[in-house]
């Protein structure tokens, strides 16, 4: 059995955008998953205020723009292209400041090539997000006018002390959260938290536990809900959702080393039966000593220390040498480790989302403070996912083969491991706005794919480190196990867009055709004719297509 296990406990989770996701780890894991969807994200009902954002952000004021979530980034995205060109306003989102709160707002706006100025450390909270922007800019955010994207409510505590220290702060909504269509699988989780037939229940986000206790306060059970929460095992995912749990009366057992949700999985599944043990062995002492039997009971000892607390500021955060995905460093199974990472390249996910998950398992696996993973294309290796942000380098960078030692590792095949003065060896090469070239200790190895390289993952420590022969050949391995996945993400991702281009040839082609025919002029002639609507409308050339084949296709009916 592997080390980190349920055991067979009911676990339920709120999820909604993940939920076969968390069913599938839960179950990976020796839990009887309940998931149950808590929340709809809905458009609002007027866009008036993104829109008026946008006017304003492309007539230059406003300095900075944070961004909350990576929904919000593309939701804003869709609202300010029904009335702005889409171009137009990326690239006044390019000429301002711009902060983002964790690794999903980073990726969305990766996506469109927006670099960002301010990031927030783990745990990704508005207070470090407020730390992190005071650092970047000191006195002079006195001076700025500042655009906030919200995530489905107001944060207030956020605005208050942004206001108190920019000249003036928008807020932009650009979506809200709702109760599901349907609450009754809600109803029968408050019933069944209530009535003690579910063991775990684990908080991804302050939503849920605000909408768990709507639907109990609408059924009039808040006060059973509370009690079922206090017999079993809650894990919350972060301090935004202990701070809700909070307000509620509700104090977590315990949160992750960090705020995601493969590691929220896994260290409920390594402590929650030995916190749960605790619990009710405390209840049954509780409700002997009322009734006036006190059994001679000796607490049994647990590696999980969770301080008693009323205080949502005080809840312990599972130490950060743990996670180690199902307790790797605490003696996981090779059988084990095969089965974590087969089930996250099985997922058939994108390109980037592919090398995010990549990333996220090989920094849980080998401490490092970096974690770069080059893909060969062509002759170059293009740096497409980076542990840390580099929104200005990741799928910018490129390192030709044979250059530094990347380079090197790729075009011999061969894992190089440095255990200090990296900067020393004959084959580094330093890259200009890579703070990581000062790192002292690398461990670099080859992805391979049918016995050719298809890229690199490249491991860096600020300090000297000496790698074990496990962690190298660890590493090797993971090389060899995710290349095939890594080089299919990358050519799905080729054919996609080439797929998208021969749509739009072909539209063209057919639009040319109408106009040669309705206009009586050359081909050439007709296409000049869609290059100057699609410069003069800022539309693209198959918009400008589509929408002559839609006005042909009326005038047949």
Not at 208 to 217: M, S
Not at 222 to 236: C, K
Not at 328 to 344: A, N, V, W, Y
Request: charged share 25%; hydrophobic share 45%.
């Amino acid at each position: 059995m592997a080390h980190a296990s349920f055991n067979g406990l009911r676990v339920l989770s709120l999820e909604s955008r993940r939920a076969k996701e968390v069913s599938k780890l839960i179950r990976t894991y020796g839990g009887d998953p309940f998931v149950v969807p808590s929340m709809r994200e809905i458009p609002l009902e007027s866009n008036t205020q993104a829109l008026e954002f946008a006017g304003h952000l492309m007539a230059g004021k406003f300095d900075l723009v944070i961004f909350f979530t990576g929904v919000g980034v593309r939701a804003l995205l869709d609202i300010v292209a029904t009335r702005h060109s889409r171009e137009d306003f990326l690239t006044s989102l390019r000429a301002v400041k711009i902060a983002a709160r964790g690794p999903k707002p980073v990726a969305a706006l990766r996506d469109v090539n927006v670099p960002i100025t301010v990031t927030a450390a783990e745990p990704s909270t508005w207070h470090e997000l407020m730390s992190a922007i005071d650092a970047e800019f000191g006195d002079s955010l006195s001076e700025f006018h500042v655009a906030v994207q919200e995530y489905g409510a107001s944060n207030p505590e956020f605005l208050a002390e942004l206001t108190m220290k920019c000249a003036a702060v928008t807020k932009v909504p650009v979506y809200q959260w709702a109760l599901p269509e349907d609450i009754r699988p809600l109803r029968e989780c408050v019933l069944g938290i209530a009535s003690g037939n579910v063991d775990v229940i684990l908080f991804m986000t302050a939503v849920q536990v605000i909408h768990l206790f709507q639907v109990a306060e609408q059924m009039g059970c808040e006060d059973d809900l509370r009690a079922g929460l206090a017999s079993i095992v809650v894990v919350s995912i972060g301090p935004t959702t202990t701070e809700e749990l909070a307000h509620y009366k509700v104090i977590p057992d315990f949160e992750p080393s960090r705020p995601k949700m493969g590691f929220i999985v896994n260290e409920a599944a390594q402590y929650a039966y030995k916190v749960l043990e605790r619990k009710r062995a405390a209840k049954t002492i509780t409700t002997d000593t009322l009734e006036g039997n006190v059994p001679s009971i000796t607490k049994a000892s647990t590696t999980v220390k969770i301080a008693a607390t009323t205080d949502a500021k005080q809840v312990r955060r599972v130490q950060l040498s743990t996670p180690a995905m199902a307790g790797f460093r605490d003696g996981l199974t090779s059988i084990d480790f095969l089965h974590e990472i087969s089930s996250r390249i099985a997922a058939a996910d994108p390109l980037h989302v592919v090398l995010g998950s990549i990333v996220d398992f090989v920094t849980t696996v080998v401490p490092c403070d970096s974690c770069f993973i080059y893909v060969l294309e062509h002759d170059k290796l293009v740096l497409r996912a980076s542990k840390n942000p580099h929104a200005d380098l990741v799928d910018q960078l490129g390192v030709p083969l044979g250059q530094g030692i990347t380079g090197w590792v790729a075009e011999h095949r061969e894992p190089v491991a440095i255990a200090s003065n990296a900067s020393n060896d004959p084959r580094f090469v330093i890259f200009k706005n890579l703070p990581e070239d000062h790192f002292e200790a690398i461990l670099c190895t080859p992805i391979v794919c049918a016995s050719k390289v298809v890229g690199v993952i490249n491991l860096q420590h600020r300090l000297s480190y000496q790698h074990t022969p496990n962690e190298l050949r660890l590493v090797s391995m993971l090389g060899f196990l995710v290349g095939a996945e890594i080089e299919r993400a990358r050519l799905e991702t080729e054919n996609t867009q080439l797929a998208g281009r021969l749509e739009t040839r072909k539209a063209v082609d057919r639009a040319k055709g109408i106009l040669q025919r309705d206009l009586e002029i050359t081909e050439d002639e007709a296409y000049r004719t869609m290059q100057r609507e699609s410069r003069q409308r800022r539309k693209s050339m198959r918009e400008i297509a589509e929408a002559i084949l839609l006005g042909n296709d009326m005038k047949k009916r």
